[in-house]
């Protein structure tokens, strides 16, 4: 049994992925009563996914449902994935994905359709949006946000919380500090 957590658009997305992995036996929660999902109950149990785009929200909602493991990870049937790779639990990859070689991947982060990479770690939280690219030996915080065919080249170092915008360039050998927003290329 699949239970996704929030009942917004991401999570439809989320359902969409689980489909096509054979799963259909699938439980919706809310807080926000306006998405017609019931509220979590209070003694809710066994793994989830947490239906959330946005990062921050992402692991707000992850120390609130602290005791419960997240799901196995969630891979659509036609992501390519390497040898070396390791994913954490709550990871949800949506299609067309490539993980080439050795990717970490770290607890509860999402990849949206058309992402790829190699020889890389991304923390916890993430959210990696369509048409990233990862180049190798780049290592990405906790809770971090990637727009839309964004590009981190080669041994770059991306902290915490930090926010790349869409079609934004991370040059090879940056280091992004904390908590930076980079919109268009970066420039320490």
Not at 6 to 15: F, P
Not at 56 to 82: D, E, K
Not at 115 to 138: E, K, L, Y
């Amino acid at each position: 049994m699949l239970t996704i957590l929030a009942g917004g658009n991401h999570s439809k997305d989320i359902k969409a992925i689980a489909h096509s992995c054979g799963l259909y036996g699938i439980r919706i929660y809310d807080d926000d009563s306006a998405t017609g999902f019931d509220p979590p109950p209070v003694d809710l149990s066994g793994p989830i996914i947490i239906g959330i785009n946005d990062p921050a929200l992402r692991a707000t909602m992850g120390a609130r449902f602290n005791h419960l493991q997240g799901f196995r990870p969630l891979v659509h049937p036609s992501v390519i994935v390497g040898e070396q790779t390791e994913l954490g639990r709550g990871v949800v990859i949506a299609p067309g994905a490539v993980l080439l070689h050795s990717v970490t991947i770290g607890n509860h982060t999402h990849l949206n359709y058309m992402a790829s990479m190699t020889r890389c770690s991304i923390g916890d939280f993430c959210t990696i949006a369509p048409n990233v690219t990862i180049c190798g030996n780049v290592t990405i915080g906790d809770r971090g946000l990637l727009g839309a065919s964004a590009t981190v080249c080669e041994r770059s170092v991306i902290g915490h919380d930090v926010t790349i915008g869409a079609g934004a360039l991370i040059p090879p050998y940056s280091i992004v500090p904390d908590g930076v927003t980079v919109i268009g290329v970066w420039k320490p």
